[in-house]
């Protein structure tokens, strides 16, 4: 690599010598190749320590994210993209593998000791939502149930606007109702109006031995119902297809419609705010704190067998689980949408994505549990039970929803509606209009309270 030193003559005398030039450059030379070998190898080592850093999972139950799932907004809300396909069911594998290798000796646990007599029911939009709440209200009209409600209106936002959902519950609502003193005494039986959930309060009214209950529907889907339902295209003046190029696709700011319609809808219902909504450590916070508070999560994919575990659930005998299909819209008013406005869409929707299917998931764990053969042999008795109403009580299906007697009209017009055979008053509370049974629970809990005050 380089020229040995010279060597001294060990028969010349020993005198002091200065260095040629020469020998001092060659020194030089060495010098500064070992500096740049040293460099070299110590750059070598960073970039090792660097990489190995950051291909080192932060999590064992991190997976990487599809190709075909991208998060379009994840830099925006600074979260790193591969945290968003974090499976919160990793968390609890052991405990569910528990419970389908025992499934067979868990079906016993279906039977029930009593009926339960105090339901909390989170109403989120455009999910089936208001079959199950016409369930449980005529349950509850039928058992002289006190029903969370205000003296007038059928939703409960903040007293100052009830239809204005940007607030969660707050029992201190209920202060100023006519029935407020009864309700002390008696207590509440069952909330299931829209609101804007917050599980502490409700609680608070509704106290002990409550069962708590909700349902989700496919976002994109869910998504396109509200857009349509609502009329959104007068707020933005398109169709969805054009929202979904001009506004989402650019990223353009989107507001809220009327102050609490729009994006992840569905955790907004259940209380998320908006900061928090896209933050996705906070929605995974979320999911697990509801897989807590809610004992069923129905699906409305999956809506009878939904119907069979709430009717385990509550305890209450399958019958009292039939329905006919409310708020239904027609085929016109339903916008067929593009793979590609859907893709965008499901990528926007990503948080209530997450909620969705994990609760999915859930949902056939409980399936599992109860018996899945059990389950199907009730799906099938609940479809006929269902085909019975629809024989006794149904007339015709209607479209024009204006040839209807005033108690059946539906709030939209893009909605389906039944023309009832109201001689039978069992059929009645099947196919009335939400506002109008809400009024006429009020009126009943308005009667309670008269009676209430003369035994006082």
């Not at 030193?5 to 020469?22: G, I, N, W, Y």
């Not at 830099?75 to 569910?96: C, F, G, M, R, W």
């Not at 009209?409 to 009645?428: G, M, N, Q, R």
Request: proline share 4%; glycine share 4%.
């Amino acid at each position: 690599m380089y020229s040995p030193l010279p060597q001294e003559d060990p028969a010349s005398p020993s005198l002091p010598r200065t260095p040629s030039p020469s020998y001092n450059r060659k020194l030089t030379t060495i010098r500064n190749w070992w500096l740049v070998l040293i460099l070299f190898v110590a750059s070598l080592l960073l970039m090792s320590l660097s990489l190995t850093s950051k291909q080192s999972p932060a999590h064992r139950s991190i997976k990487p994210i599809p190709e075909d799932h991208q998060l379009a907004d994840a830099i925006a809300h600074n979260v790193a993209t591969k945290e968003l396909q974090i499976d919160l069911h990793e968390e609890k594998t052991s405990e569910l593998l528990e419970q389908e290798h025992n499934a067979t000796n868990i079906n016993n646990s279906n039977a029930c000791s009593q009926p339960i007599s105090k339901v909390g029911f989170m109403k989120t939009h455009k999910t089936a939502s208001s079959t199950v709440q016409n369930i449980l209200m005529r349950y509850g009209m039928n058992s002289d149930w006190n029903f969370v409600m205000y003296s007038a209106g059928s939703h409960l936002g903040p007293p100052s606007n009830q239809y204005t959902l940007n607030r969660p519950f707050s029992s201190s609502w209920m202060r100023d109702v006519p029935w407020y003193d009864m309700a002390q005494e008696q207590g509440y039986n069952i909330l299931a109006f829209h609101t804007k959930w917050d599980q502490g309060e409700v609680e608070r009214v509704l106290g002990d031995g409550a069962k708590y209950i909700t349902i989700l529907r496919d976002p994109v889907d869910e998504f396109e119902s509200l857009y349509n339902y609502v009329h959104f295209e007068k707020t933005f003046h398109m169709d969805l297809e054009q929202f979904v190029s001009d506004y989402i696709g650019a990223r353009r700011p989107i507001q809220r419609v009327n102050g609490y319609l729009g994006r992840n809808q569905q955790l907004w219902d259940l209380g998320m705010d908006q900061e928090d909504i896209n933050n996705h450590q906070a929605v995974k916070m979320k999911i697990k704190q509801m897989d807590q508070d809610f004992d069923l999560v129905m699906i409305a994919e999956d809506f009878e067998s939904s119907l069979v575990l709430l009717s385990d659930v509550l305890c209450w005998p399958l019958a009292n689980m039939t329905s006919l299909k409310l708020n239904a819209r027609k085929k016109s008013a339903i916008e067929k949408l593009s793979q590609k406005s859907r893709k965008i869409l499901k990528d926007w929707l990503w948080a209530d994505y997450k909620l969705y299917e994990y609760f999915k998931k859930e949902l056939e764990q409980k399936k599992i549990q109860s018996g899945l053969q059990r389950v199907k042999e009730e799906v099938v008795k609940l479809k006929k039970l269902n085909d019975k109403v629809k024989d006794e009580c149904v007339l015709a299906v209607v479209k024009n929803t204006k040839t209807l007697s005033s108690d059946f009209v539906p709030w939209s017009k893009d909605v389906l509606a039944f023309k009832i055979d109201e001689s039978k008053d069992t059929c009645k509370y099947f196919g009335i209009s939400e506002n109008h049974f809400i009024e006429h629970l009020r009126e009943l809990q308005m009667e309670r309270l008269n009676k209430w005050r003369l035994n006082l």
